[in-house]
Nanobody, 123 residues
Framework: QVNLVESGGGLVQAGASLELTCELSGRTHSSWGVGWFRQSPGNEREFVAAIRHSGLTTSYATFAKGRFTISRDNAKNTVYLQMGGLNPEDTGVYYC????????????????WGQGTKVTVSS
């Protein structure tokens, strides 16, 4: 069992930056890949970024490339999502999720999920 808790969401203006944090607890000695996903009202959950346990391999959705950076500190069991140049289309609930042994773009591959943190970007 792995528990994930997101934090760092909030209300910001367009153009601002925000850093989300995902803290893992429980069976953290395993090689968990972590992904960030988001969901806005009326839309399906979509992939944002992912990072393998080593931290050496990352992947991003097209909209996130150049604006968002995913990183992790395994000593702290924490994964970060640094977001810059935010726009109203980035509004939504952001979730982090853990996958054993990988970090793919498909939500169905992730076994454990956090409760999400809400990000609202005003124009």
């Amino acid at each position: 069992q792995v528990n994930l808790v997101e934090s760092g969401g909030g209300l910001v203006q367009a153009g601002a930056s925000l850093e989300l944090t995902c803290e893992l607890s429980g069976r953290t000695h395993s090689s968990w890949g972590v992904g960030w996903f988001r969901q806005s009202p009326g839309n399906e959950r979509e992939f944002v970024a992912a990072i393998r346990h080593s931290g050496l391999t990352t992947s991003y959705a097209t909209f996130a490339k150049g604006r968002f950076t995913i990183s992790r500190d395994n000593a702290k069991n924490t994964v970060y999502l640094q977001m810059g140049g935010l726009n109203p289309e980035d509004t939504g609930v952001y979730y982090c999720a853990a996958q054993d042994g990988g970090a793919t773009v498909k939500a169905e591959n992730y076994k454990y999920w956090g409760q999400g943190t809400k990000v609202t970007v005003s124009s």
